[in-house]
């Protein structure tokens, strides 16, 4: 019975830690676009100076878009097939977390009148954590068309340390742009 509380307690834990550190992605693209046709690129900045996040944490974000970009291959250009925009969103998530119940902490004592007694858990906790979601928008210059976006959601707790914002910034953009360009080949408007 101990050693499955403990291997309980250990699947707990693991869970908790691997969702505090993903990112949710969600895309949506034009399937009439030409994904390969897209080599350069630039930043739209009317959109991202409507972000609503600090100049540091855009350029953070800008930065880790610039090098997973050119990593994969495309160009930076002041003549570019696509621009990218950013926005951002967040909100607070209560979790509860009831431990109420028969069966928790269960075990022989001492209760009144010397005799053995039972005893059990009772009580909830609350945790709040913030919730960010980057949306990364890639528009077709010549059509100026939205044709992909990316959405990541995820936990934004990094406990003031910078190094970890950026490493968890980066995280997110890597898994969003994970997901460009999209793996269908777009139809064309001739098929």
């Known amino acids: 019975m101990k050693t499955l509380k403990l291997t309980l307690s250990l699947v707990v834990l693991v869970g908790l830690l691997t969702g505090c550190t993903s990112v949710r992605v969600a895309t949506d693209y034009d399937r009439m676009a030409d994904f390969d046709q897209y080599k350069t690129f630039a930043f739209y900045k009317p959109g991202i100076d409507r972000a609503n996040i600090s100049d540091l944490d855009k350029k953070r974000i800008l930065r880790s878009i610039q090098n997973e970009l050119v990593n994969r291959g495309y160009q930076k250009s002041s003549n570019p097939d696509m621009l990218i925009s950013i926005f951002t969103s967040e909100r607070d998530r209560v979790t509860v977390y009831n431990n109420a119940g028969w069966g928790w902490g269960w075990g022989w004592g001492w209760g009144p009148g010397w005799g053995p ?7 909830s906790t609350v945790s709040t954590n913030t919730e960010g979601s980057l949306y990364i928008d890639l528009i077709d210059t010549k059509r100026k068309e939205l044709v992909w976006q990316g959405k990541g959601t995820g936990d934004l707790i990094t406990n003031g340390d910078i190094t970890k914002k950026e490493e968890r910034i980066a995280l997110f953009v890597n898994e969003i742009l994970g997901e460009f360009p ?7 408007a001739g098929n």
């Open 117 to 123: 007694g039972w005893g059990g858990a009772y009580g």
């Open 182 to 188: 999209p793996p269908i080949k777009a139809e064309t």
